[in-house]
């Protein structure tokens, strides 16, 4: 593998410059967004074009255009560039001395449960930052880059200490006035939308298994990524979803959404809090446990 020399290694200010060149194709362009002369940013490209000894773009008169290395190179700069300018916005934080505790969730659960569970924690725990990312599939989580998740499953991931939050139950459910809610028979679901999600693809067939009804198109309608975009789709009359029941309470109690068959399906799957246990005496742990416990409290008494 060919290695470079330190002096040889492009410098921060070249790879902005060739990035802007590259995203307004024009020198004159990247001058004005980085405040440099026209000449200033032309030298940098041409610098980082020896030192790559590579052409980047192919000059005219009329524009610029990126040559096929230049193409694969803005890629790899873009990504160079966004991941400096995340690390100095962490450090930036940071500089309070905030404990950053990192935390993933899947997204429907992250807007509809997570997001309004931590209203006032920053208040109690004002040396704690929080980070949130959200991820579809448990598997994505990188254990060595997370310090807490919030995931759908069975409790158990390797290396991980889990706290079941609580047990799942899934509904259909659809807009108020749509023409054929609510359903009188099971039979009248084979004349009705039904909502796909690829969060849980076979939801529809396990609502139907679990009342001993068999629907030959259950796996044919519609299909959005998450939870949220099926309950989205139900309130405009897109069809009828399959949800977990707790994801549309409000909506249910306001009325925006009813049951469009009254049967409610237990999953055999929990949501949980789960965290490396080698960080389970850390105080950015404990304090998010101890906030969670009080909050599901809370709520059980209401």
Same mark, same amino acid.
């Given at each position: 593998? *060919? !290695?470079?020399?330190?002096k040889?290694?492009? @410098?921060?200010m ?7 060149? +590259?995203?307004? /194709?024009?020198?004159?362009?990247a ?13 940098q ?9 590579v ?6 008169l009329?524009?610029l ?5 230049g ?6 700069? *873009? !990504? ?6 995340? @690390? ?7 500089r309070?001395? +905030?404990?950053? /505790?990192?935390?993933?969730?899947h ?17 109690h ?21 997370t ?8 409790g ?6 889990s706290i079941?939050l ?7 459910v659809?807009?108020?006035?749509f023409?054929?809610?609510?359903l009188?028979?099971?039979d ?6 039904l909502?796909?999600?690829r ?14 009804f ?6 044919i309608g ?6 949220a975009?099926?309950?989205n789709?139900a309130?405009?009359h ?5 949800v977990?029941?707790?994801f ?7 009325g925006e959404l ?16 789960t ?7 850390t ?20």
């Amino acid at each position: 593998m *060919q !290695t470079l020399k330190s002096k040889e290694y492009p @410098s921060i200010m070249s790879l902005r410059c060739f990035e802007a060149s +590259a995203r307004y /194709l024009s020198f004159t362009q990247a001058a004005r967004v980085l405040h440099m002369t026209q000449s200033a940013i032309s030298k940098q490209v041409a610098h980082l074009e020896d030192s790559l000894n590579v052409q980047l773009f192919e000059r005219s008169l009329q524009r610029l255009q990126l040559t096929p290395m230049g193409k694969l190179f803005l890629v790899e700069t *873009q !990504t160079i560039l966004n991941q400096i300018e995340t @690390s100095v916005l962490k450090i930036l934080a940071q500089r309070n001395q +905030a404990d950053t /505790l990192s935390i993933v969730s899947h997204p429907t659960l992250c807007t509809r449960w997570l997001i309004p569970m931590l209203k006032g924690f920053d208040e109690h725990y004002p040396h704690i930052r929080l980070d949130i990312q959200e991820q579809f599939s448990s598997a994505d989580i990188d254990i060595s880059q997370t310090d807490l998740a919030f995931l759908y499953g069975d409790g158990v991931w390797r290396d991980m200490t889990s706290i079941k939050l609580f047990e799942e139950e899934c509904v259909a459910v659809c807009a108020p006035d749509f023409k054929q809610a609510p359903l009188r028979h099971l039979d009248d679901f084979k004349a009705c939308v039904l909502i796909q999600s690829r969060a849980r693809p076979r939801a529809w067939e396990e609502y139907f298994q679990a009342q001993d009804f068999q629907h030959e198109k259950s796996y044919i309608g519609p299909r959005v990524d998450t939870f949220a975009a099926c309950v989205n789709a139900a309130l405009i009359h897109a069809g009828i979803a399959i949800v977990p029941k707790f994801f549309v309470k409000k909506e249910l109690q306001n009325g925006e959404l009813i049951l469009a068959w009254p049967y409610h399906m237990q999953t055999n799957r929990c949501y949980y809090m789960t965290y490396p246990t080698s960080m389970a005496n850390t105080a950015k742990i404990i304090a998010m446990v101890q906030w969670m416990n009080q909050q599901l409290e809370a709520a059980t008494a209401l």
